[in-house]
């Protein structure tokens, strides 16, 4: 089956202390992004990679990090996560470059630091 | 600046009356694409409909219809007939193409509540 895997699902967490945020696609999709939702601002989205080696920041990428060593995993890292991270965390792929193609989600990561 | 505006955060409805979305856009490009996507309170993002810039017709599928206007910068999203079912947050969203085209800009969002 076509998807988005992310790990966890749920966590809480401690300020400080460092986590990582899985993704995985099984589609080939070249394309890669990660968006935090929060009540009353939509989605937003964090960072994304066109391919290999090639990330970029989205609209809020304060206080995370991202590779792409992989084609088929994207993780998000958040090295000293603070309460105002959290957020509902979605995972997301497509094919090829620009805004045509339709993005698949994963099921979302339900994140609290306290 | 891309920016999608859904005004209405909250909507409550009963069975069976038809419901409207609303959604407004801001681009500066000709082309680009407007998205519909449902959560519902599982909380997994479900595509319903992407259409392009160049594209005015409006689309209906079963009970959902979507009336795009340019003029307007309306993308507006109808539940004809609603059920218990469609209660979930609806979102808007645009992207742009070329470089603007790595993102999917969304609204805040509209939470649908369908009564019995």
């Known amino acids: 089956e076509a998807q988005v895997t992310q790990n966890p699902r749920y966590l809480i967490t401690v300020t400080g202390k460092k986590l990582t945020v899985t993704c995985s696609q099984n589609?080939?999709?070249?394309?890669m992004s990660w968006y935090r939702q929060d009540p009353g601002l939509g989605l937003r989205q964090i960072y994304y990679s066109m391919n290999v080696e090639v990330t970029d920041k989205g609209d809020v990428p304060e206080g995370y990090k991202v590779s792409r060593k992989e084609k088929r995993n994207f993780p998000l890292i958040l090295e000293s996560p603070s309460p105002n991270q959290t957020s509902l965390y979605f995972c997301a792929s497509r094919m090829g470059r620009g805004g045509a193609n339709v993005l698949t989600f994963g099921a979302g990561s339900r994140l609290t630091v306290l | 600046a891309q920016k999608v505006t859904q005004a209405q955060t909250e909507i409550s409805v009963v069975e069976k009356e038809d419901v409207t979305l609303d959604c407004v856009y801001e681009t500066r490009d000709t082309t680009y694409y407007l998205f519909w996507y449902k959560q519902p309170p599982s909380g997994e993002l479900v595509f319903l409909i992407r259409?392009?810039?160049?594209?005015?017709q409006n689309e209906i599928s079963g009970r959902y219809s979507w009336n795009f206007q340019k003029s307007t910068s309306s993308f507006n999203f109808t539940i004809t007939a609603s059920q218990v079912v469609d209660s979930a947050v609806y979102f808007c969203?645009?992207?742009?193409?070329?470089?603007?085209?790595?993102?999917?800009?969304f609204g805040a969002g509209t939470i649908l509540r369908v009564k019995s």
């Open positions: 589609m080939n999709h070249e394309y």
């Open positions: 969203a645009l992207s742009e193409v070329g470089e603007y085209g790595n993102k999917l800009v």
């Open positions: 259409r392009n810039s160049f594209d005015e």
